[in-house]
């Protein structure tokens, strides 16, 4: 307000783009002008030692390809944890090429998760919780494996002044052994931890809630929550809040 | 490495190689950086199982970091955007160990990328590292021989290793297999290129710092020290803790004066061809060596370390530090073949293999260094005695440098030796007579001619009365990243433009006036050149105002030019650019997608010319042209992100 009132006399501020002010003048129609010409920079052709480079690139990329690891996501199963599979399926089903064909057979066939099996893997680079169940899939956790007994919390102390060479031949030598004779070696690791068994169920037991749950927080449950707990409390809060206004 | 658009590259590249499970894992790491395993799953959207697997098989390809803290026994993963970084580089990789060593060698090192990290014991189980198959002979030898055609020429060691393999497996060809396989794998350690697997390499550097940095603490002899001195010795204690867990070095003992065991011998191949061909065919166990010749130079003992084969519970990857030193090298060669004599080049290249053997890294710190704050690290010291060696007895030293009584004094006016030689004065004929003296003297005046300015590509040394040789890292690879900076610079604004950034990087700060004195150009170009190199960000402005007011009138402009900066621009642009490319090739490939599901189906793969049309071939033609071109514009881009970064 005090600004328009300092400025007596003088249109209001943007006063001059009204369409009033030009009651003859047209609307300006011309084309505007073209952006100006601009010559496109083309890439060199590709020398020979390039074309090595490339095509190792590529021979190496068909490998992974071709590999265990290589792995898409299927719409499907990413979506299918809220919704029905099936109905999720339908929705992505492409009638022109969705029909099974006799050619079918020949196509690529596409995973959707890695396949880890098939190769030795050298269990100490992995993290035990997470992930040596999936590697070794008579790993139970708690139990003695490949001579390293499972603990809940090492002592910090220990770690880096061990020898790790001798360690990494050891295991070496163990999955060498447990290779050639594969059947005698599990059952080694089978045998031993027999008087356990309870055990292992109740960890089991643990290890399926936790992958239900997915952590203590739920996003879906945030509302509800927040809703059976505090749902009076914030009626009595909006009644205080009113009272306190007349103070 | 951790802007937009490097983590943007890093998803493709994972994507691209490995498929969208992994890109949407490592894309997720990205953002969040650092990340347990629930919320992971949580925010990837991800099923237990798919989560479980791909992060195996991401750690075993050295995707992501893991670390369990001690804490609270939770386990939390990071990216690791290096190594998805050097998926770009590995074509180039091969392409050079290829080159280096020969067919089979490259073989094993894709092996050992396809696997991440495999243990020896089972590189000897895989059937595609049994030499057996008949293809390696026709395609490596023409391979080789164009590669030489084109680059090194007179390097017949080279072509002498191609063709080993090939006889060997000619004559027996299953009984071989496992005698060769290690040692190619020796020649890699040797070399450096490959290196063993510690558990430490698994958890990102930081936690590497911090773990150390604990350790140390809670020894006795630290817990007595108290301020200043507490904290040296924790920083000195910690240092030497990580590089002793981080240590992956293979080539002790395989090094023998300073030259790996698998390393070729020019000098002896050059001398006798034939000869060494009949000794390989009854030393079996050597692949790429040249040195059945060399027998008796050797001590027994140590001769026969190499057919030991290697220890089989040792696990390898790939060495990307070492690897990068080997293609700076490589750059520097270029940089010395484009303007001098193709036998001053082959000169400097035994130099810089020596060189190369005993570098580990490109330099010490994490980060390239402020322009003015670089010191300067000089490589380690080669003698001429060892240069001489190594260069072939049969290249024609004498023919490109000039005759011996006047060359000092052209030599300083800066006259190219070929030239001189083309003059028609001659020299004394073969060199196959010339004294060994004589011969020290040539290869020491091709280092010489090496030395000189511009690229100061040598630098000479006396060590204890002993010439030796070295070359300037860090001044080189500055020159580097100069030399791509100019090359931009002209592509994008012409040679004016160039002149004017020239100027300024030689006298710092300048006003236009000033400017325009040194520069001798009119004012409306340089004003244009100006302003439209301001706009890219190449140049920039600074005021400096003569009173408090900082009127316009009073004030000082001053342009500036600086390369930090610019390089900093210009590698983000280069990420972007190289992204770009990558999705542009998704977009391609998504456009063709159902021609391409049909020639990877598994009847018509490997047999498209029965099955696909006339013009199915040619389109297909096309599209490999295509994505040739555009992974070759990759790869280009990749070099000079090499040259702003890693060099």
Redesign the interface.
């Known amino acids: 307000m005090s600004r328009f009132g300092a400025k007596k006399g003088r249109k209001l501020p943007g006063a001059e783009f009204s369409w009033d002010n030009d009651p003859s003048g047209e609307a300006d129609t011309a084309p505007t002008p073209l952006y100006p010409k601009y010559t496109v920079?083309t890439?060199r052709?590709?020398?020979?030692?390039?074309?090595?480079?490339?095509?190792?690139?590529?021979?190496?990329?068909e490998?992974?390809?071709d590999?265990?690891?290589?792995?898409?996501?299927d719409p499907g199963?990413?979506a299918s944890?809220r919704t029905a599979a099936g109905k999720a399926a339908r929705q992505h089903f492409d009638p022109f090429?969705g029909m099974p064909s006799y050619?079918g057979k020949?196509?690529?066939k596409k995973r959707?998760?890695?396949?880890?099996s098939g190769?030795?893997?050298?269990m100490?680079?992995?993290?035990?919780?997470?992930?040596w169940?999936?590697?070794q899939p008579t790993y139970k956790p708690g139990t003695a494996m490949d001579g390293f007994v499972a603990r809940?919390?090492?002592p910090?102390?220990k770690?880096?002044?061990e020898d790790?060479e001798e360690e990494?031949?050891d295991?070496?030598?163990r999955?060498?052994t447990g290779d050639d004779d594969d059947e005698g070696g599990e059952n080694d690791d089978l045998l031993e931890p027999d008087d356990q068994e309870e055990e292992e169920i109740i960890d089991d037991d643990f290890e399926d809630d936790?992958?239900e749950m997915?952590?203590?927080?739920n996003?879906e449950q945030y509302f509800d929550g927040g809703d059976d707990e505090y749902g009076d409390d914030g009626f009595g809060d909006g009644g205080g809040g009113g009272e306190e206004d007349t103070y | 490495m951790t802007s937009q658009y490097a983590g943007e590259l890093c998803t493709l590249l994972v994507e691209?190689?490995?498929?969208?499970?992994?890109a949407?894992i490592f894309s997720t790491l990205v953002h969040y950086d650092r990340l347990s395993?629930?919320?992971l799953?949580?925010y990837s959207?991800?099923?237990?199982?798919?989560l479980?697997?791909?992060?195996?098989?991401m750690?075993?390809?050295h995707l992501i970091y893991?670390y369990?803290s001690?804490d609270d026994?939770i386990?939390y993963y990071e990216p690791n955007m290096q190594s998805a970084y050097y998926l770009?580089r590995?074509?180039?990789i091969?392409?050079f160990i290829?080159h280096r060593l020969g067919k089979y060698a490259?073989t094993v090192m894709?092996t050992i990328?396809?696997?991440g990290?495999a243990?020896v014991?089972?590189l000897e189980t895989l059937p595609a590292l049994k030499p057996a198959n008949s293809d390696m002979n026709g395609a490596s030898e023409d391979?080789g021989e164009?590669?030489i055609a084109?680059?090194y020429q007179g390097e017949e060691a080279h072509q002498e290793t191609e063709d080993q393999p090939n006889g060997l497996n000619g004559n027996h060809a299953p009984s071989v297999y496992p005698t060769l396989l290690h040692p190619t794998l020796k020649a890699l350690a040797g070399h450096g290129y490959i290196l063993r697997?510690?558990?430490a390499q698994?958890q990102s550097y930081t936690d590497n710092a911090l773990?150390?940095e604990?350790?140390i603490k809670?020894r006795p002899d630290i817990k007595a020290l108290k301020g200043k001195k507490l904290e040296d010795a924790v920083m000195e204690g910690t240092l030497e803790?990580l590089k002793e867990?981080l240590d992956g070095d293979l080539t002790r003992g395989l090094m023998f004066n300073g030259v790996p065991r698998g390393a070729k011998r020019r000098h002896a191949t050059g001398a006798a061809d034939a000869p060494s061909k009949k000794a390989q065919v009854d030393y079996a166990a050597v692949d790429e060596d040249e040195d059945g010749e060399d027998e008796n130079e050797w001590s027994d003992d140590e001769f026969g370390e190499d057919t030991i084969p290697m220890?089989?519970?040792?696990?390898i990857r790939i060495n990307y530090e070492k690897l990068d030193v080997a293609l700076r090298n490589r750059r520097f060669l270029e940089l010395a073949e484009r303007d001098s004599s193709p036998e001053t080049a082959e000169v400097y290249d035994c130099l810089l293999r020596r060189i190369e053997y005993q570098t580990g890294k490109c330099r010490d710190t994490t980060q390239i260094p402020r322009e003015g704050e670089e010191g300067e690290q000089y490589s380690v010291p080669i003698s001429l005695r060892a240069v001489v060696e190594d260069v072939d007895l049969l290249l024609d030293l004498a023919g490109s440098v000039g005759p011996m009584e006047i060359f000092q004094p052209v030599h300083r006016h800066g006259k190219r030796p070929l030239e001189e030689s083309v003059n028609g004065i001659g020299h004394d004929g073969p060199n196959g007579v010339q004294s060994d003296g004589n011969r020290t003297y040539e290869v020491d005046q091709h280092l010489c001619l090496l030395a000189q300015p511009p690229y100061n590509l040598t630098s000479k040394r006396m060590v204890s009365g002993l010439i030796t040789w070295t070359v300037e890292f860090r001044h080189l690879a500055r020159k580097l990243r100069h030399l791509e900076l100019e090359r931009i610079i002209e592509?994008r604004y012409g040679d004016v433009a160039l002149r004017v950034v020239r100027v300024l990087h030689d006298k710092g700060k300048l006003d236009e006036k000033r400017l325009q004195e040194i520069s001798l150009l009119p004012f409306k170009d340089l004003r244009q050149v100006l302003a439209t190199m301001q706009t890219g960000g190449f140049v920039d402005l600074q005021e400096v105002p003569r009173d408090a007011q900082r009127q316009p009138s009073r004030t000082i402009f001053l342009w500036f030019y600086d390369p930090d900066r610019v390089c900093n621009s210009v590698l983000e642009d280069a990420y972007k650019a190289m992204s770009r490319c990558l999705q542009r090739l998704l977009f391609e490939r998504n456009r063709l997608k159902?021609f391409l599901?049909k020639t990877?189906?598994?009847?018509?793969k490997g047999n498209e010319e029965r099955y696909l049309s006339e013009a199915e071939l040619t389109l297909l033609e096309q599209w490999r042209a295509k994505?040739?071109?555009l992974?070759?514009?990759v790869?280009?881009l990749d070099e000079m992100v090499a040259v702003m970064r890693d060099y």
Do not use: C, W
């Open positions: 920079p890439a052709p590709l020398t020979e030692r390039e074309k090595t480079q490339v095509d190792f690139y590529r021979a190496l990329r490998q992974f390809h590999g265990p690891y290589y792995s898409v996501l199963i990413s944890r090429h050619s020949y196509q690529k959707g998760i890695p396949k880890l190769r030795p893997y050298i100490k680079y992995f993290p035990r919780d997470d992930l169940e999936v590697i809940m919390a090492r910090p102390l770690r880096g002044f790790d990494d031949e295991i070496g030598k999955r060498k936790e992958d997915g952590g203590d927080y996003a | 691209d190689n490995f498929g969208e499970l992994f949407r395993f629930s919320r799953k949580f959207r991800l099923s237990n199982s798919q479980r697997h791909g992060l195996a098989a750690v075993q390809q893991h369990t001690y026994g386990t770009v590995s074509g180039k091969l392409e290829e490259a894709s990328m396809f696997l990290h243990q014991g089972y391979s164009k590669q084109e680059e697997v510690r558990d698994f773990d150390a604990r350790s809670l803790l867990r220890e089989t519970g040792i696990t592509a159902e599901e990877e189906r598994s009847d018509v994505e040739a071109l992974l070759g514009e790869a280009r």
